[in-house]
């Protein structure tokens, strides 16, 4: 693996205390070395808020008969959508240059603060350690949960406040409290399936009035408006829905109910903002503080799509954050659950049926079958039930378009293959049956070190553009996750190309590589990677 320079050498704790008796399966040294990790990474919290601090600690063995150097000792943290090999390197500190004499264990220990500049989500802790052949030795990993920085005492409104507003119980030390910033788009391993509650039918919510001037549908491989004219979707995605809720403290992210932050956008010449949403403060079921769900969720939701409308923005509206059962959805799964997901689409096909200036963007990132693209991956994605890779029954992209469609509603669907949305190669034979035709290829396509399965110009070349010819598609998701303005703005140059559609990640303040976030505040002033996107859309009519 490829990792940064090693730290400098630390002091080591002692070894480990008479009585540790470390499973067989522990005891195995790791391959090409003598070293084994007697103990994985172990936390001193499964949750930490930012603000806060967590200890993780490990343990290794020299197994051998010789005394074994190890340059680089390192209790490595990754945040969602980080990878091994490519970082972000968020991880915790000290780290060690060890020397183990035969026989000879040590238990290491190190911490980590976490600050606004953090991504919210499912965190992945590993121990791993260099061998004097440059090789780095991965252990297991322990998964945590990364939250929202400690928010004021709420005062409840139909409208809630698009601040932090509601103070949870501290999981660590405390530090500095930050202000909330945006949630990424996280990777987590799917965990057991809850006991399901039934999911009950929300109460309803006002429709929103269609809004003069301003529409969209398919019209052959094109979205077209209201005139029939072709348009090409050119946005952002506007995070913090899909969490705020869920997590207990608001409902938005950052501004949303004032003109100056809708004008913000516009003045990047945006004309379509992604909104993610979450299942569960949409039903207004499982326990998510009321002040944040069901009705309240819901007219928020509706008020803000209305404000951007009003502005000449197109929504989507994304099932970003959902899951089986009775538990809080607060972070992605791997695909729609059956027992939420398609009542979800009901509620919200019904709520915006009459409102023309919108998308329905069915479900975040697939990666079912193990994140394969496979014959099983896709079937999944359009059938869902029983699928390889998801411990609940999934609700396929097949269901929920009936459902949308079972409500009278017309709009636009988006659809999006496995591999997080990353592929679109079997798209036209997997997609579902839309009586109305007016299906959108979807598919996120990120830059290193994050990487897509279609990052290159030979993947767009050789899938995307096929498929362009006879479909409408929309990079849901797209931007450079190393805080650089130099995948994105070739990406877009070529969907300009190609009447390819796309909405960046995202509009939030938060950190420009590992979210990654386009503004550094709510005016619109780019970071280094949102430059490359805010100057291309600009140089656009």
């Given at each position: 693996m490829v990792r940064p320079t090693p730290s400098p050498s630390f002091p080591v704790l002692p070894s480990l205390p008479p009585g540790f008796s470390p499973s067989a399966t522990t005891l195995a040294a790791m391959p090409g070395t003598t070293v084994a990790?007697?103990?994985?990474?172990?936390?001193?919290?499964?949750?930490?808020?930012?603000?806060?601090?967590?200890?993780?600690t490990g343990a290794l063995k020299n197994m051998g008969s010789g005394t074994v150097r190890l340059p680089d000792v390192v209790l490595a943290g990754r945040a969602p959508r980080g990878t091994n090999e490519g970082g972000p390197f968020d991880d915790f500190t000290p780290a060690y240059d060890l020397r183990l004499a035969p026989g000879e264990s040590r238990t290491l220990s190190a911490s980590r603060s976490f600050d606004a500049s953090d991504p919210v989500g499912t965190w992945r802790c590993y121990l791993t350690f260099e061998t004097t052949d440059g090789i780095y030795h991965d252990g297991q990993d322990t998964f945590f949960t990364v939250t929202g920085s400690v928010p004021a005492v709420p005062t409840?409104?139909?409208?809630?406040?698009?601040?932090?507003?509601?103070?949870?119980?501290?999981?660590?030390?405390p530090t500095p409290t930050p202000t909330a910033t945006a949630s990424p788009t996280p990777r987590p391993t799917p965990t057991p399936t809850p006991a399901p509650t039934p999911t009950p039918t929300p109460a309803p919510t006002a429709t929103p009035a269609p809004v003069t001037g301003?529409?969209?549908?398919?019209?052959?491989?094109?979205?077209?408006?209201?005139?029939?004219?072709?348009?090409?979707?050119?946005?952002?995605?506007?995070?913090?829905?899909?969490?705020?809720?869920?997590?207990?403290?608001?409902?938005?992210?950052?501004?949303?109910?004032?003109?100056?932050?809708?004008?913000?956008?516009?003045?990047?010449?945006?004309?379509?903002?992604?909104?993610?949403?979450?299942?569960?403060?949409?039903?207004?079921?499982?326990?998510?503080?009321?002040?944040?769900?069901?009705?309240?969720?819901?007219?928020?939701?509706?008020?803000?799509?209305?404000?951007?409308?009003?502005?000449?923005?197109?929504?989507?509206?994304?099932?970003?954050?959902?899951?089986?059962?009775?538990?809080?959805?607060?972070d992605q799964v791997s695909m729609a659950d059956r027992d939420h997901a398609p009542a979800f689409w009901s509620s919200v096909a019904t709520t915006f049926k009459n409102n023309h200036a919108v998308l329905f963007d069915l479900f975040n990132e697939p990666y079912p079958d193990s994140n394969r693209d496979s014959a099983a991956a896709w079937s999944c994605v359009l059938n869902g039930g029983a699928c390889p890779g998801v411990n609940f029954t999934a609700a396929g992209m097949q269901e929920m378009t009936t459902a949308v469609r079972n409500t009278g509603a017309t709009q636009p669907i988006l659809i999006a293959g496995p591999q997080y949305a990353g592929v679109v190669d079997k798209w036209l034979q997997y997609k579902p049956n839309d009586p109305l035709n007016q299906l959108v290829a979807s598919i996120h396509i990120y830059g290193l070190p994050l990487d897509s399965p279609c990052r290159l110009q030979s993947c767009w070349d050789a899938t995307m553009a096929p498929l362009a010819t006879t479909t409408p598609i929309v990079i849901g998701e797209m931007g450079d996750t190393d805080c650089t303005s130099r995948f994105s703005p070739p990406l877009m140059t070529w969907a300009d190309a190609h009447g390819v559609s796309y909405t960046?990640?995202?509009?939030?303040?938060?950190?420009?590589?590992?979210?990654p976030s386009l503004i550094t505040n709510y005016n619109g002033t780019p970071t280094a990677y949102g430059v490359g996107v805010r100057n291309h859309l600009l140089t656009l009519p």
């Open positions: 990790i007697i103990q994985q990474c172990n936390l001193s919290s499964t949750t930490v808020q930012r603000g806060y601090t967590l200890t993780a409840p409104t139909p409208t809630p406040s698009a601040g932090p507003t509601a103070t949870p119980t501290p999981t660590a030390t301003l529409s969209v549908r398919v019209s052959g491989n094109h979205l077209v408006n209201g005139a029939g004219q072709p348009i090409q979707l050119r946005g952002v995605n506007r995070s913090g829905a899909e969490y705020a809720c869920a997590e207990g403290w608001g409902i938005f992210d950052g501004p949303t109910d004032d003109l100056t932050s809708i004008n913000a956008m516009k003045s990047w010449h945006i004309n379509t903002v992604r909104l993610p949403l979450n299942e569960d403060c949409w039903l207004g079921i499982n326990g998510v503080t009321a002040a944040y769900s069901g009705a309240t969720y819901r007219n928020a939701i509706v008020h803000y799509v209305n404000a951007l409308n009003a502005q000449g923005i197109l929504v989507i509206l994304n099932l970003h954050f959902s899951g089986p059962g009775g538990a809080i959805p607060v960046p990640w995202a509009w939030n303040v938060s950190n420009c590589a590992g979210d």
